[in-house]
C-alpha cells in the first residue's frame, strides 16, 4: 500500500436498465452482477471492490430508482435512496440512447437533497452518434448541476479509465477497507442465486422474470469427484409459471440450470452439481416475512 492511499464508497444511481451493473462487472475485471435487458434486475445493492496500487474503490450498484407497484419495489426504492449520504461520491447514470425521462426528474429531485459530488455519467455512448451527445449534456445541465459529466460505454469500455481516475481525485485518503484479492462483500450463496436468477431472466418473457426468486437450500463441500453440490429452489408467484420455468419435459428447467452451472463453476473454480426444482408462494412480493425469507431484508441496509 502506497503513501497518501486514497479509498471510498461510490455508489451508481439510474433509471433501472441504464447499464449500472454493466459498469460494475466492466471495473471490477468479473462478473457479480447480474446483467440482463429487463428493467429491476438488481434488488439488492452489490459491493464490488477495485484495488490498484493508490486505491481502493468500493462500488455500490444499486437497484433502479423508480415507482414502486409493491412491497418488493418499495425495498429496492429505499436500498437506492439509503445509499445516497452515506458514500464518498454518487454516479447518476443515464442511458445516451433513452435520452431524458420522467424516471430522471424522479431520481434529480431526491439528488438534490444530496450533499456528495454527482457526477453524471452518459452511457450507452455507442449506441448514438456523438452529435446527439451535447444537447443531452446541456438538457441536463438545466437541470443541477453536476461535479462533472463523463461519456461512457461500460459494454466497449470507451472512457471508463478517464472517469475511475476522476473518481480517485476526488476521494479521501484512507484506509485499504478489504483484502486486495477479493471483488464484493456478498456471501457466495447470494452470488449464486444471482447466476440462476439471471438465467431465468434470459430464458424466460412475460410476467416471469419479476416474479422470480431464488434461494439457495444447501450447499456441500467437494466429494469424491471433487464436485461441489448445491441444491436450490426458483421460487414464482402462480403455477402456470412453474410450468414455464419447467418447460416440456423439463427442457427449460434443464437449459436455466447447464447456463447457471458455467458461471458458478468459474466462481467457485470447481466441479458443480446444481440441483433445481421450482415452487410457488402466492404473491410473495407483496408479502413481508417471505421478501425476508429471500433476502430483501432492509435492516441490512
Do not use: C
Not at 48 to 71: L, N
Not at 118 to 123: R, S
Amino acid at each position: 500500500m502506497t503513501e497518501n492511499f486514497k479509498s471510498g464508497f461510490v455508489t451508481i444511481v439510474g433509471r433501472p436498465n441504464v447499464g449500472k451493473s454493466t459498469f460494475m462487472n466492466r471495473v471490477i475485471g468479473e462478473k457479480i452482477a447480474i446483467m440482463s435487458d429487463k428493467p429491476q434486475t438488481t434488488r439488492n445493492k452489490i459491493q464490488g471492490v477495485m484495488t490498484d496500487k493508490e486505491s481502493q474503490i468500493i462500488f455500490i450498484d444499486t437497484p433502479g430508482i423508480h415507482k414502486p407497484k409493491h412491497k418488493l419495489g418499495d425495498f429496492m426504492v429505499n436500498v437506492a435512496e439509503n445509499t445516497l449520504n452515506e458514500v464518498d461520491a454518487v454516479l447518476f447514470m443515464i442511458n445516451a440512447e433513452e435520452g431524458y425521462g420522467r424516471g430522471d426528474q424522479f431520481i434529480l429531485e431526491r439528488l438534490k437533497r444530496v450533499d456528495q459530488p454527482i457526477f453524471l455519467i452518459i452511457n450507452k455512448i455507442d449506441q448514438v452518434h456523438p452529435d446527439q451527445l451535447l444537447p443531452l449534456i446541456d438538457q441536463y445541465k438545466e437541470k443541477m448541476e453536476f461535479e462533472e459529466i463523463i461519456p461512457i460505454s461500460a459494454l466497449e469500455g470507451n472512457n471508463v479509465n478517464h472517469l475511475l481516475d476522476v473518481l480517485k481525485k476526488h476521494l479521501p485518503e484512507g484506509p485499504q477497507f478489504y483484502p486486495e484479492d477479493q471483488i464484493t462483500d456478498h456471501p457466495e450463496r447470494f452470488v449464486i442465486s444471482e447466476f440462476i436468477r439471471e438465467k431465468v431472466l434470459h430464458l424466460t418473457r412475460e410476467e416471469i422474470p419479476h416474479s422470480v426468486a431464488v434461494v439457495i437450500e444447501g450447499i456441500e463441500p467437494r466429494d469424491e469427484h471433487n464436485k461441489v453440490h448445491i441444491q436450490a429452489a426458483i421460487v414464482v408467484e402462480r403455477k402456470s409459471q412453474k410450468g414455464i420455468i419447467i418447460g416440456k419435459q423439463g427442457s427449460m428447467l434443464k437449459e436455466i440450470g447447464k447456463r447457471a452451472r458455467k458461471d458458478i463453476e468459474s466462481l467457485l473454480g470447481s466441479k458443480v452439481y446444481l440441483e433445481l426444482w421450482v415452487k410457488v408462494q402466492k404473491d410473495w412480493r407483496n408479502k413481508q416475512i417471505q421478501l425476508s425469507d429471500f433476502g430483501y431484508r432492509e435492516d441490512e441496509y
